[in-house]
């Protein structure tokens, strides 16, 4: 049996509380899809639940990115979800439609498929020393899980163009000015800040929870054809050989390991991208 990876605490009827925790820096994998596939449907049928709190058991890393190697071939192969779509996908179009509401303690790093993952909540509170941003162009790739759709009514078109095209890290303090959390939180209070207000709401009236949600939900989310072209890019350009090197490139200077590039992973896929430098010459 593969290790569980969500960690839930039903701290009561009306308010759970799930931390992730996948290796040393909490990388998303087939089996995360299959596990939070599990969990939103646990949701999805809990009658009397009004909140989840999503954080992390890794203080650094919230979700860093996906595991770039992972099983592609059962990556491709899984059957879709009850939308249709590619479960990765699926996971994250109903866990963003969910009668509960969804908030993100966000502490540490949050990029690619973590970002996405926060994307799809409702309410993304930020530790101050919080990292997000949307690396896949940098490594060669489409982003697969919305990453376009959603942060474009988030940000802007603009701003969503400059966090993927630019593929950079984005610190807390600039993505709350963005717009791509709520707020920001010193870091030794996000904990008792998510938990208060998440039993607020917990302590409010199921119906009328339910109810606005389901009607900010018809008035601001991608609808569900949005999703499927991103996945199917994902899929294609993904893995392909012509990146192999940029990939390789980021293994040796520590991607997926709990120091270098993951800790300027940003500036690592710059890096990797620079132009050779010329000398500049002043014509005469």
Not at 145 to 165: D, H, K, N, P, T
């Amino acid at each position: 049996m593969n290790a569980q990876q969500f960690h839930v605490t039903e701290i009561s009827d009306a308010y759970w509380k799930a931390s992730f925790g996948n290796g040393p820096v909490n990388l998303i994998d087939p089996d995360t899809i299959e596990q939070l596939g599990d969990l939103v449907a646990r949701i999805e049928e809990a009658p009397a639940l009004n909140v989840v709190v999503f954080d992390s058991l890794n203080r650094d890393f919230f979700m860093a990115h996906w595991d770039t190697t992972a099983d592609r071939g059962r990556m491709a192969a899984m059957r879709p979800g009850p939308t249709g779509l590619h479960p990765y996908v699926d996971n994250l179009v109903r866990l963003s439609k969910v009668p509960a509401v969804t908030i993100a303690a966000v502490r540490g790093r949050a990029r690619g498929a973590g970002s996405e993952f926060l994307l799809a909540t409702d309410i993304r509170f930020a530790g101050a020393n919080a990292v997000l941003g949307q690396v896949e162009i940098g490594m060669g790739a489409v982003p697969g899980g919305g990453a376009m759709s959603r942060l474009a009514r988030l940000v802007g078109r603009s701003r969503a163009a400059e966090i993927i095209l630019g593929a950079d890290d984005f610190p807390a303090a600039l993505a709350e000015r963005y717009g791509y959390v709520n707020r920001v939180v010193p870091d030794g209070e996000l904990n008792d800040f998510v938990d208060r207000f998440a039993r607020r709401i917990a302590g409010f009236d199921k119906t009328a929870i339910a109810g606005a949600k389901a009607l900010l939900d018809l008035a601001s989310l991608p609808a569900d054809e949005e999703f499927g072209p991103g996945m199917t890019a994902f899929l294609q350009t993904a893995w392909r050989p012509v990146n192999a090197a940029r990939v390789r490139y980021l293994l040796e200077r520590g991607l997926q390991t709990p120091t270098g590039a993951e800790l300027d992973l940003g500036g690592a896929v710059g890096e990797f991208g620079d132009p050779p430098k010329e000398n500049n010459r002043t014509a005469s």
